[in-house]
């Protein structure tokens, strides 16, 4: 072989090598490339983006295995936190949580009525209009709620005279004449005023002269009430009330007729007790 001929084997011979070394990563270029990568997958992004969002659950705490998350904080501090996650888990171990369970479900049940009644009155059209007519009748059915009762109140230290001065006020004697006629007792008249609460919940029938039955106060001495006089509330100053009323009613009449579209369309079948039906 002469010179020429085996110093282009030669040159061969390098070029061969040379791909070998590319092709199988082992450079030393190659190989610090290597440690980098290897480097950024253990400990994270190399010149990471500051503006990625942040992680949106983050853990503070764990309470028996129950973590604390930063974004249920809502203002407390951490301590506070874990002090109520403590007191919740002793409440349960107490069993509380079966004693609020009948709670649960009836408010439960209210966020799913009231939740469903929204989704109706967004597929429903506005209620009726509500007439002059309907207002002025419904005035003159219900005036016992529009109109305010003076309330006079007389009291005793002993229930054996309660009867006694509950006749007499009944009978239309005056009450301060009633008190006077008992000089060895102490009794005393008040005026309440008007009082539309007492009047409902006190007297069967709201009109001038009806006397309550006989009560026991807080103090421990008794009392008899009686309304003295009856003001009728007039129309134009009970008129949104009347109003906002008989909107209710429209709805719940709404609420009623859907009520049975949903029976027939879910397959809900609905059976009265015939001892109620009067109340449907």
Same mark, same amino acid.
């Given at each position: 072989?002469?010179?020429?001929?085996?110093?282009?084997?030669?040159?061969?011979?390098?070029?061969?090598?040379?791909?070998?070394?590319?092709?199988?990563?082992?450079?030393?270029?190659?190989?610090?490339?290597?440690?980098?990568?290897?480097?950024?997958?253990?400990?994270?992004?190399?010149?990471?983006?500051?503006?990625?969002?942040?992680?949106?659950?983050?853990?503070?705490?764990?309470?028996?295995?129950?973590?604390?998350?930063?974004?249920?904080?809502?203002?407390?501090?951490?301590?506070?936190?874990?002090?109520?996650?403590?007191?919740?888990?002793?409440?349960?171990?107490?069993?509380?949580?079966?004693?609020?369970?009948?709670?649960?479900?009836?408010?439960?049940?209210?966020?799913?009525?009231?939740?469903?009644?929204?989704?109706?009155?967004?597929?429903?059209?506005?209620?009726?209009?509500?007439?002059?007519?309907?207002?002025?009748?419904?005035?003159?059915?219900?005036?016992?709620?529009?109109?305010?009762?003076?309330?006079?109140?007389?009291?005793?230290?002993?229930?054996?005279?309660?009867?006694?001065?509950?006749?007499?006020?009944?009978?239309?004697?005056?009450?301060?004449?009633?008190?006077?006629?008992?000089?060895?007792?102490? *009794?005393?008249?008040?005026?309440? /005023?008007?009082? %539309?609460? #007492?009047?409902?919940? &006190?007297? =069967?029938?709201?009109?001038?002269? $009806?006397?309550?039955? *006989?009560?026991?106060?807080?103090? /421990?001495?008794? %009392?008899? #009430?009686?309304?003295? &006089?009856? =003001?009728?509330?007039?129309?134009? $100053?009970?008129?949104?009330?009347?109003?906002?009323?008989?909107?209710?009613?429209?709805?719940?009449?709404?609420?009623?007729?859907?009520?049975?579209?949903?029976?027939?369309?879910?397959?809900?079948?609905?059976?009265?007790?015939?001892?109620?039906?009067?109340?449907?």
């Amino acid at each position: 072989m002469n010179l020429r001929k085996a110093s282009i084997l030669f040159a061969f011979l390098i070029l061969i090598g040379c791909g070998q070394s590319d092709s199988d990563g082992n450079s030393p270029g190659d190989e610090q490339a290597k440690t980098h990568n290897n480097q950024t997958e253990k400990w994270g992004h190399e010149n990471e983006d500051s503006t990625e969002p942040e992680k949106t659950v983050e853990i503070l705490a764990r309470v028996n295995g129950t973590p604390i998350y930063k974004k249920d904080l809502n203002g407390k501090t951490l301590q506070s936190a874990i002090a109520e996650e403590i007191i919740y888990q002793a409440g349960v171990k107490q069993g509380l949580d079966k004693e609020y369970e009948d709670m649960i479900r009836k408010y439960e049940r209210k966020l799913i009525i009231d939740g469903t009644k929204e989704n109706i009155l967004e597929n429903m059209g506005p209620t009726k209009d509500i007439s002059e007519e309907e207002i002025e009748s419904y005035y003159e059915l219900n005036k016992d709620k529009y109109s305010n009762s003076r309330i006079y109140e007389i009291t005793f230290p002993d229930a054996y005279i309660g009867e006694e001065i509950r006749k007499r006020a009944k009978d239309g004697e005056e009450l301060h004449a009633i008190a006077e006629s008992y000089p060895d007792v102490t *009794v005393n008249v008040v005026d309440l /005023g008007y009082n %539309r609460q #007492l009047a409902v919940t &006190e007297f =069967k029938n709201n009109e001038a002269g $009806a006397v309550s039955e *006989v009560v026991q106060k807080p103090n /421990g001495t008794f %009392r008899v #009430l009686k309304i003295v &006089e009856v =003001k009728e509330i007039p129309l134009s $100053a009970s008129r949104n009330s009347i109003m906002n009323a008989l909107e209710s009613i429209h709805k719940g009449e709404m609420f009623k007729n859907y009520a049975s579209k949903l029976a027939d369309e879910y397959n809900i079948e609905v059976e009265v007790e015939r001892q109620n039906q009067g109340n449907q």
